[in-house]
């Protein structure tokens, strides 16, 4: 049995409020014992239980917290849009369209090619301090091009998303709905087997309400769990019909009505709120207090896809949380760990108590706080996940 004891820790966020105080269940002075890949024991480093020899390592006064839960992301894709970007700050704005570009070079990409760039960008999360990802398809949008994305997905993460229902590709232009019988047949009998999740863009200029829904609800006669794009070009029915049918989270929510609201305070769907892609848009920022206000639960995900948010780093969404929605340090935090955890329905991660699979994240920093405090400046310093050494420049690997 391997055991590991991460001993000196000035400032541990557990998210277990029994451990420690507030929400983030925060310990100071503690210590995290690790066995097997899983936390067996957090709290202060003066209790710390007797046990087998356990390899040592010592924090050193800094913050330990769990690693993050990105529920949101689009990895499988080949081609590059930094000229669009660059359109889009001289001032053109963004429409769903720009999907297209992406879908046109995935499309021509080798499975290698596509399976290079998902490994590439999971590390660079994985740098970060994103020890969970999804990651979707939706940039093939033809059966088999919709099937291999979501191979390539599942060789890097569990969590894989079926998002044929992304944009109409060009080839149906016109006849949306010969697309949507396409996504609720044969293209789903194919991509089913290779997903857990699956998610529709509903907005203006990719699928109405009554197409969301229907394809939603085949999904879920195969065994998948919705998860919808609402709300992030305009306010419309994807909040309603997310929460109808018990999707797992709706994402976006840049526009959302009162009884948009209402539904995801009082229904189980996470509302994941996704400031990368206001940032990469310069679009107004999704109102956070408001939903927190209400009572919803609140996840930050990067969105990391090629057109409107290309990032891989929740700590940088933690800072666009606090700063441009005005959410607290410990609100974004949680939001980032615990929340993305709620929004895939796992208790095994986004949290460092007894039972949790060890996903930790080491900052070079006395607390999590400054994650929001000091934006941009690469704090991560280590991440072990399932308690092995992962990324960072410390621990040295065993
Ligand atoms: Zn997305």
Same mark, same amino acid.
């Given at each position: 049995?391997?055991?590991?004891? +991460?001993?000196?820790?000035?400032?541990?966020?557990?998210?277990?409020?029994?451990?420690?105080?507030?929400?983030?269940?925060?310990? %100071?002075?503690? &210590?995290?014992?690790?066995?097997?890949?899983?936390?067996?024991?957090?709290?202060?480093?003066?209790?710390?239980?007797?046990?087998?020899?356990?390899?040592?390592?010592?924090?050193?006064?800094?913050?330990?917290?769990?690693?993050?839960?990105?529920?949101?992301?689009?990895?499988?894709?080949?081609?590059?849009?930094?000229? #669009?970007?660059?359109?889009?700050?001289?001032?053109?704005?963004?429409?769903?369209?720009? =999907?297209?570009?992406?879908? #046109?070079?995935?499309?021509?990409?080798?499975?290698?090619?596509?399976?290079?760039?998902?490994?590439?960008?999971?590390?660079?999360?994985?740098?970060?301090?994103?020890?969970?990802? #999804?990651?979707?398809?939706?940039?093939?949008?033809?059966?088999?091009?919709? &099937?291999?994305? !979501?191979?390539?997905? /599942?060789?890097?993460?569990?969590?894989?998303?079926?998002?044929?229902?992304?944009?109409?590709?060009?080839?149906?232009?016109?006849?949306?709905?010969?697309?949507? @019988?396409?996504?609720?047949? %044969? *293209?789903?009998?194919?991509?089913?087997?290779?997903?857990?999740? =699956?998610?529709?863009?509903?907005?203006?200029?990719?699928?109405?309400?009554?197409?969301?829904?229907?394809?939603?609800?085949? /999904?879920?006669?195969?065994?998948?769990?919705?998860?919808?794009?609402?709300?992030?070009?305009?306010?419309?029915?994807?909040?309603?019909?997310?929460?109808?049918?018990?999707?797992?989270?709706?994402?976006?929510?840049?526009?959302?009505?009162?009884?948009?609201?209402?539904?995801?305070?009082?229904?189980?769907?996470?509302?994941?709120?996704?400031?990368?892609?206001?940032?990469?848009?310069?679009?107004?920022?999704? @109102?956070?207090?408001?939903?927190?206000?209400?009572?919803?639960?609140?996840? !930050?995900?990067?969105?990391?896809?090629?057109?409107?948010?290309?990032?891989?780093?929740?700590?940088?969404? +933690?800072?666009?949380?606090?700063?441009?929605?005005? *959410?607290?340090?410990?609100?974004?935090?949680?939001?980032?760990? *615990? /929340?993305?955890?709620?929004?895939?329905?796992?208790?095994?991660?986004?949290? !460092?108590?007894?039972? &949790?699979?060890?996903?930790?994240?080491?900052?070079?920093?006395?607390?999590?706080?400054?994650?929001?405090?000091?934006?941009?400046?690469?704090?991560?310093?280590?991440?072990?996940?399932?308690?092995?050494?992962?990324?960072?420049? #410390?621990?040295?690997?065993?």
């Amino acid at each position: 049995m391997t055991s590991l004891l +991460i001993d000196g820790i000035g400032s541990l966020v557990t998210n277990d409020p029994a451990l420690g105080s507030g929400p983030l269940g925060v310990v %100071p002075d503690a &210590a995290l014992v690790v066995e097997d890949g899983r936390v067996t024991w957090a709290g202060p480093r003066s209790r710390v239980p007797q046990g087998a020899a356990r390899e040592r390592f010592d924090a050193a006064g800094r913050a330990v917290l769990p690693g993050f839960v990105d529920s949101h992301a689009h990895l499988v894709f080949a081609g590059d849009r930094a000229a #669009e970007f660059a359109a889009r700050m001289a001032g053109r704005p963004y429409s769903a369209g720009g =999907i297209r570009t992406t879908v #046109e070079a995935t499309r021509a990409a080798s499975d290698d090619t596509l399976r290079a760039g998902v490994r590439r960008l999971v590390a660079e999360a994985l740098c970060s301090g994103t020890t969970t990802v #999804e990651c979707k398809s939706g940039y093939g949008l033809t059966v088999p091009d919709e &099937a291999r994305c !979501l191979r390539v997905a /599942g060789e890097h993460t569990e969590e894989v998303t079926f998002l044929g229902a992304h944009v109409v590709p060009p080839e149906y232009a016109g006849r949306p709905d010969d697309y949507v @019988d396409l996504v609720c047949g %044969p *293209m789903l009998d194919a991509c089913a087997p290779h997903a857990r999740w =699956i998610d529709v863009f509903c907005d203006r200029g990719a699928f109405d309400g009554d197409q969301t829904r229907a394809i939603l609800a085949a /999904g879920r006669e195969r065994g998948l769990v919705p998860r919808v794009h609402a709300g992030q070009l305009q306010a419309g029915p994807g909040v309603a019909v997310a929460v109808e049918l018990g999707a797992a989270s709706a994402d976006h929510l840049t526009h959302l009505t009162a009884a948009d609201v209402d539904a995801l305070a009082s229904g189980g769907t996470v509302a994941t709120l996704l400031p990368g892609a206001e940032f990469s848009t310069r679009s107004p920022y999704p @109102d956070a207090r408001r939903l927190l206000d209400a009572g919803a639960t609140v996840a !930050l995900a990067a969105d990391c896809n090629p057109g409107s948010s290309y990032t891989t780093s929740m700590p940088f969404c +933690i800072a666009l949380a606090v700063r441009e929605m005005r *959410m607290t340090p410990d609100e974004a935090v949680w939001a980032a760990t *615990m /929340g993305g955890a709620r929004a895939l329905r796992r208790t095994d991660v986004g949290r !460092l108590s007894p039972g &949790a699979r060890a996903d930790v994240v080491l900052l070079d920093a006395p607390s999590h706080v400054h994650l929001a405090y000091r934006p941009g400046v690469p704090l991560v310093a280590a991440v072990w996940r399932a308690g092995v050494p992962a990324a960072g420049a #410390e621990p040295p690997s065993r």
